[in-house]
């Protein structure tokens, strides 16, 4: 199987310096076992960490962390063979080669790689070849940049950004989609990890490249589905059929994937959240979080924006209602005053 050759070749890969250009070379310890480390399992990195786990050599060990100690606790009793629960993120980085972190906002991401980078003796105080830090936290490309030159500039390793897509029922399975960032020289071994998590990995350029592709994505997700739930209503009101309508939409110019996987009108896509109560699905508040974060890296760019601004004050005020907050990002539809 392709897992399993990707995960053979992983084992001497695993010690491979990578920031020594496209010349690669290996660790002088010949058979030494590879390590790995995985921090934070929340809902994304859970799975992510439990995939990793399961396709990497038996005998490898995997060093896990988070402030969740019940996560952690849950994880170990799962996994009770290759599996270290770490103390700190300080000793995750340490003892593992490869550092796959799966964070929530920008500033635990400053926070985790301040404390692993930090005295920068990593290479003295724990395994000696440099490490490959894997990012695959959605936050601005300003903050990830400044790590990756932290990472970079201290010598210990090479730091890629690596957002995904896919959700938690991609996670579970392993299809994510992952869109990297990173130099040249570091795609192929940065690939053959996020295989082991995912079923696509699309380079997208340099660091910091994969967060700005998923953040334009993303805005235009959040605009396509408030656009879908106001044509949505605006043909229900008029007295159409809603499923004739969406039908018609998705054959025509204006399909989009909330027209047509997400829908947000209850009873038109089998499945969807609208149809059991907007529960599920893409929360509301993280569409609204990766929105503002492509506005503030928009800004920083100077790209003039017509849309963005009031696409933020109704997610805003979408997530503060007690009839949408906590709900799939579709919600918007209720917020509206569409007909359900």
């Known amino acids: 199987m392709w897992t399993a050759s990707i995960a053979s070749s992983l084992r001497g890969a695993s010690s491979m310096a990578v920031r020594q250009g496209p010349k690669r070379c290996f660790s002088s310890s010949q058979n030494l076992q590879a390590t790995w480390g995985f921090i934070g399992l929340g809902r994304m990195g859970y799975p992510m960490a439990r995939n990793l786990r399961a396709k990497i050599p038996e005998e490898d060990t995997l060093f896990v962390h988070d402030l969740n100690t019940a996560a952690t606790k849950k994880f170990l009793e799962e ?7 770490a103390d700190s993120v300080r000793e995750v980085a340490e003892k593992a080669e490869t550092i796959v972190t799966s964070l929530p906002e920008p500033l635990h991401v400053k926070g985790v790689f301040k404390q692993m980078l930090e005295p920068p003796t990593l290479l003295t105080d724990g395994v000696k070849t440099e490490r490959l830090f894997i990012d695959c936290s959605t936050i601005d490309p ?64 340099e660091q910091g490249a994969g967060l700005k592709g998923k953040l334009a994505n993303n805005y235009l997700l959040a605009l396509n ?73 928009a800004a920083e760019a100077d790209v003039k924006l017509a849309l963005g601004e009031p696409a933020r004050v109704l997610y805003d005020a979408a997530e503060k209602d007690d009839k949408c907050k906590g709900r799939d990002f579709s919600v918007v539809y209720r917020y509206l005053g569409g007909k359900e």
């Open 142 to 205: 300003m903050t990830s940049g400044e790590v990756a030159k932290a990472a970079s500039s201290s010598g210990q390793g090479t730091f890629i950004d690596a957002p995904m897509s896919g959700g938690v029922v991609g996670a579970q399975a392993g299809t994510l989609t992952f869109m990297i960032g990173a130099a040249p020289e570091a795609v192929e071994r940065a690939t053959s990890v996020l295989s082991l998590m995912g079923r696509r990995v699309l380079h997208l350029g």
């Open 225 to 297: 589905n408030i656009a879908t739930a106001e044509a949505m209503s605006m043909g229900i009101k008029w007295g159409l059929d809603p499923k004739a309508l969406a039908g018609m939409i998705n054959i025509s110019t204006g399909k989009c994937w909330p027209s047509e996987i997400n829908n947000p009108v209850p009873g038109v896509v089998e499945g969807s959240p609208a149809g059991r109560g907007y529960e599920g699905g893409f929360g509301v508040a993280l569409a609204n979080k990766d929105l503002k974060l492509a506005l503030k890296a």
């Open 79 to 85: 996994h009770p063979q290759g599996v270290h629960v």
